[in-house]
Every structure is written in structure tokens, then in C-alpha cells.
């Protein structure tokens, strides 16, 4: 059997190469996606995920985050968290239950608590600095970009058991509006797997990705016998021209999808970089939008 792992940005570099040694030994999906996916939310160079994630407009850091098992569908997600050391991990446990799988807010923060679940302030000085300037920014009418300081942490594993399993962790948009959730703890629009054919994960701007499930549209794709990448292709830049055409503007959307048997893909309208592991071989790559519907990749290393 082959087993892989991938994940969105530079940032999952670090967990990628962190979990696949174990996938090689036989180690589970499951704890391939949440090791790789803690390893970024636990640094707090990562200024978009966990611990030193920017905060919204009122200086909190929310946060989101979702975990899918792709042999049962078993899904787990928390939105607009404050103060859970690994979000990751509280949506992880939500996939166990039978009912109550998603959980926003306080709901989400009370169930981390009576799970045991670590607690911390996620806020950083670093990251209360940069708020307080863009603060300062934003009262002398300089106008903010909504893309800085927004990437969301996508990962999918396949082991050598076969099962596959997808998960996502991001602190959202820098300077959002309270309580404002994107797709990444979105069944289908931020993250879709199914272990008999594939999965797929998603970063970028949320308001626009959610407005079609192209993660559950690239696996349904993939399921009636395109290859991964044919789907990843036909879902998204459709999308992207669609949605261009009807509202004359496309935010940022990228995505990376795998197969069941170790295949990878990407699709980006914008500069993305993603990281993978096959079978033990891991690799950053450089992914530069040309024509829609064509990216160059470049192996950084």
C-alpha cells in the first residue's frame, strides 16, 4: 500500500515531515493529520493559525477547525473558538460522537473544557502588536486588505491500512467581524474525504469558497472515474469562471486533493505553496498561476 500525506502553505512543511515517518511504519491517518496539523497551530511563527494567530476587529483571535474521517464520514468541527491550546484536537473527538459533531463558541469552549482539553491564551505579544498597529492603521482611514494574515491549514493522509482522513485549522480573517466563520469548518466547501476514492482540502478567501462545495464536488468527480487532478481542474476553475463572470471579482481560492492511491493535485488562482510526502518522500512545491485552469509548480526541494 502506498501511504501520503499533504498540506496547504509553507507553514505545513513542518507537520507534513513530522508525520510521515510514522504513516511509513503503519502509523493511522488519523493521528498523521492531527500531529501534522498541531505542529502549525503549536508555532507561533504561523500568524493565520493557532497559537499567535491574528485576531478580529475587537482584538480576540477565533479560531476554527475541522477533522473528517473518510472511512466512515464521521465529521468534527469548532467555530469561533477562544483560548483552546489545539482546535484540531477538540474537533477530532467531536468526529467520535454520534450526534452534536459541530459546536460554535462557548458550546465549543465548555466541551474542550469537560474533555479535558488544554486551555491557553492564544494571543501573543507578537501578534497583539501587530493588531494594535493595524488598529491605528484602520482609524486613519487606510484601507486594509482582508487577504493578510488568513491562511487556513488544509491536510489529507492516506495510510497503508487505506483509510484516509482530512482536517483543517485556521484563526480566519485578520481584523474579521466577531463570530465570523469561513469555509474551513464547512463540510464540503473547506475539507471533503472519502477513503475509497479521495479527499480534498481548501484555503482562501471564505466568503467566496463557500458558495460551492468544490472539496465534496472534486472527491464526487474523482469517485466517477476522473483522475485527481482532471477533477480538482474541472471543479474549481469552473467555479472560479463562473462566480468571475456573475460578480465581476474572485477572491483567493487554492486546493489540494489526493487519492487512494497516493496521487496528488493542486489548483490555485493565486501563488500557493503546498507541502507532500509520499511514502516517506517529502516535498515543498511553488505553485504560480498562469492561464486559469493552468499553475506551474516548481519543487523547492
Known amino acids: 500500500m502506498t501511504n501520503a500525506i499533504i498540506g496547504t502553505w509553507r507553514m505545513a512543511a513542518e507537520g507534513v515531515e513530522l508525520a510521515a515517518p510514522d504513516l511509513v511504519k503503519g502509523g493511522s491517518a488519523a493521528d498523521a493529520v492531527t500531529r501534522g496539523i498541531m ?3 503549536d508555532n507561533p511563527d504561523n500568524i493565520s493559525v493557532g497559537f499567535g494567530g491574528l485576531p478580529n476587529r475587537d482584538g480576540v483571535l477565533e479560531m476554527d477547525s475541522a477533522f473528517m474521517n473518510g472511512d466512515d464520514f464521521q465529521i468534527g468541527a469548532v467555530a469561533g473558538v477562544r483560548d483552546i491550546a489545539n482546535p484540531i484536537l477538540v474537533s477530532r473527538r467531536l468526529s467520535q460522537e454520534r450526534v452534536n459533531n459541530v459546536l460554535v463558541g462557548i458550546g465549543a469552549e465548555e466541551y474542550a473544557a469537560a474533555q479535558g482539553f488544554a486551555r491557553k491564551n492564544m494571543l501573543t505579544d507578537k501578534a497583539q502588536a501587530e493588531y494594535t498597529k493595524r488598529k491605528a492603521a484602520s482609524q486613519r482611514g487606510e484601507r486594509l486588505t482582508p487577504y493578510d494574515g488568513h491562511d487556513t491549514v488544509g491536510m489529507i493522509a492516506l ?3 487505506g483509510t484516509m482522513v482530512a482536517g483543517t485549522s485556521t484563526s480566519g480573517l485578520f481584523m474579521k467581524h466577531a463570530g465570523r466563520v469561513g469555509d474551513s469548518p ?7 474525504v472519502d477513503s475509497e476514492v479521495g479527499g480534498a482540502v481548501a484555503t482562501g478567501l471564505g466568503e467566496d469558497m463557500m458558495k460551492r462545495p468544490l472539496c465534496f464536488e472534486t472527491v464526487d468527480l474523482m469517485a466517477r472515474g ?5 477533477a480538482l481542474d474541472q471543479a474549481v476553475y469552473g467555479f472560479i469562471a463562473k462566480l468571475q463572470a456573475r460578480n465581476g471579482k474572485v477572491g483567493e481560492f487554492s486546493y489540494v486533493a489526493l487519492d487512494n492511491r497516493g496521487n496528488f493535485a493542486v489548483a490555485s488562482n493565486v501563488e500557493f505553496q503546498f507541502a507532500v ?3 516517506g518522500a517529502a516535498h515543498l512545491y511553488l505553485v504560480t498561476p498562469l492561464d486559469l485552469g493552468q499553475v506551474q509548480l516548481r519543487q523547492e526541494y
Open 226 to 230: 476522473l483522475g485527481v487532478q482532471d
Open 277 to 279: 510526502a509520499v511514502n
Open 159 to 161: 495510510d497503508e491500512a
Open 186 to 192: 464547512l463540510a464540503g466547501n473547506g475539507f471533503y
Open 39 to 41: 505542529a502549525v497551530e
